[in-house]
């Protein structure tokens, strides 16, 4: 891969990417993206406090994308967020030539960091995912962290393939860890250090794994609360766990309704009764929430007193 050299990044520069970064939906109109809606929900969580913004994550749909929209999207969010907040870039697909593309967008339209899922439907060996990984890190020296989501992909990573990519790349920061099984985290940290970057990729978790060294959460609720979800990080990095405990405990119930249905069905159903969206919308395979579903979440947004508040709407 050839790309334009870049400064590697300072360490306070480095320090900055932690805390709640959300992974954004894709809002849709039409079946074509909207982007004007994209930038108000970018300028949304920053408002709210969120720490950063994570572009085309799953919660995105990317693969129902195309690669122009994906990178147009990392675009915007970069333009928009104008340096309050890093950005990180999702640049992963089944494909390595695919990765290669949005890779190389994402570096040249400025996010601060990458985050390449595991390629999915293929099922590799080890050895093959470190090949990968290095291909995609070679020539740049952007930040960039493996994307650890075996329930999607199939196939997880070891600990032995992460010590062998970053005996080979400086600039692998860490995994969002989208994966039951806080002892790996503790793995990673001993064997890393507390330098090393762990995002909690499962809401479940997100107390938990903090509370074992977690720099962060990439969750797909803080789209619907990242108020909250960021106000737990900082109760963490103010060693005031009783609040994060606090704040974890009154997510529960929100935390398991993303997983009503397929994320992000459930997400972007409670996005638009909250007015943060104006359309439900997804692309095919994909389908909104059914009726059922709908009165199912319509009960958890009332218990948590969230139906009406005005406070949350960005849609206009």
Not at 156 to 162: A, E, K, P, Q, R
Not at 215 to 222: T, Y
Not at 289 to 309: C, I, M, S, Y
Request: proline residues 5%; contains cysteine.
């Amino acid at each position: 891969m050839k790309h334009r050299s870049k400064t590697p990044p300072a360490t306070h520069a480095l320090q900055k990417l932690r805390g709640s970064i959300p992974p954004l939906i894709t809002p849709f109109i039409a079946d074509a993206v909207d982007y004007d809606a994209y930038a108000r929900l970018v300028s949304f969580q920053i408002e709210q406090g969120s720490h950063g913004i994570l572009v085309n994550g799953t919660t995105a749909e990317p693969s129902t994308l195309t690669l122009e929209e994906r990178n147009r999207l990392v675009s915007l969010a970069v333009e928009t967020a104008a340096g309050r907040v890093p950005v990180v870039a999702a640049t992963g697909s089944q494909s390595l030539r695919e990765s290669r593309v949005l890779t190389e967008h994402a570096i040249e339209a400025g996010a601060d960091a990458l985050l390449i899922v595991t390629p999915y439907y293929i099922r590799p060996q080890q050895r093959g995912l470190v090949a990968y990984y290095l291909e995609l890190a070679a020539g740049h020296e952007t930040p960039w962290m493996i994307y650890h989501i075996p329930g999607r992909t199939a196939v997880g990573v070891t600990l032995d393939t992460l010590k062998a990519v970053k005996d080979k790349s400086e600039h692998f920061v860490g995994i969002k860890h989208a994966v039951n099984d806080l002892g790996f985290v503790s793995e990673c940290l001993h064997e890393f250090g507390e330098e090393f970057k762990v995002f909690v990729g499962l809401e479940e978790l997100s107390f938990p794994m903090m509370a074992v060294g977690a720099c962060g959460l990439m969750n797909a609720v803080g789209n619907l609360r990242p108020g909250v979800l960021a106000e737990m990080c900082e109760a963490v990095f103010d060693q005031n766990m009783g609040a994060g405990r606090k704040l974890h405990d009154q997510l529960l119930e929100i935390n398991k309704a993303v997983f009503f249905d397929t994320n992000p069905i459930p997400m972007k159903y409670m996005m638009m009764r909250l007015g943060l969206l104006t359309k439900n919308e997804h692309r095919l395979p994909m389908m909104p929430a059914t009726a059922e579903l709908a009165q199912k979440l319509d009960g958890v947004l009332e218990r948590a007193g969230l139906l009406g508040d005005a406070a949350l709407s960005c849609a206009s």
